[in-house]
């Protein structure tokens, strides 16, 4: 796997082997050539189930500022601080070693992004994406993105957010979740 874009590209990053579904390039790119003229520059996103940081990554190396990861798997930890200090973005990051739902009550910032890419077989999104609205993590001008498969479609609106945009790359989907303009 490797940095497909910006100030790192090239870059390899390890992956973990077997319990991680890692993003595809044509994914990474699809979803930072979506943002990139939703949020401008001088942005900050955090990474939700980063595995092994290649999307969190991939958008430091195109321009945002600050990326927190948020991880349970104790080596998927390691390996993202690894693929930090690889591609010198360590002091534009932080690495929470913990669950979602964990992060969503430690975690006190409001982001520009949320990348949300829980594995295929969680049976508990829609929960965790309803807890993600409620949290500290979103404001008014946050963009949530939501990878998820094809086979769990997602609601049109979670509390004040709506689906602005939808795409499909094989199996699968990703929403794009913003609060609808009062204008």
């Not at 870059?11 to 003229?37: D, F, H, M, N, W």
């Not at 500022?65 to 998927?76: I, T």
Request: proline share 4%; net charge positive; glycine share 6%.
């Amino acid at each position: 796997m490797r940095v497909i874009a910006g100030s790192v590209k090239g870059a390899r990053l390890r992956s973990p082997k077997s319990y991680t579904r890692p993003t595809t390039e044509l994914v990474r790119g699809a979803i930072l050539s979506i943002l990139q003229p939703m949020v401008g520059e001088d942005w900050q996103a955090v990474d939700l189930y980063a595995g092994s940081g290649a999307l969190g990554i991939e958008a430091l190396s195109r321009g945002a500022r600050w990326v927190d990861f948020v991880e349970r798997n104790a080596r998927s930890c390691d390996m993202i601080r690894d693929n930090l200090k690889k591609t010198g973005l360590t002091s534009q990051s932080a690495v929470y070693c913990c669950s979602v739902n964990r992060a969503f009550s430690i975690v006190n910032k409001v982001y520009d992004v949320v990348f949300l890419d829980p594995p295929y077989s969680d049976t508990s999104l829609e929960s965790t994406l309803s807890n993600l609205f409620e949290s500290r993590l979103v404001g008014g001008d946050s963009t949530v993105v939501v990878q998820h498969s094809t086979h769990q479609p997602l609601p049109q609106e979670f509390k004040s957010f709506h689906l602005i945009k939808s795409r499909r790359y094989g199996d699968t989907c990703l929403s794009f979740y913003r609060q609808e303009d009062d204008n």
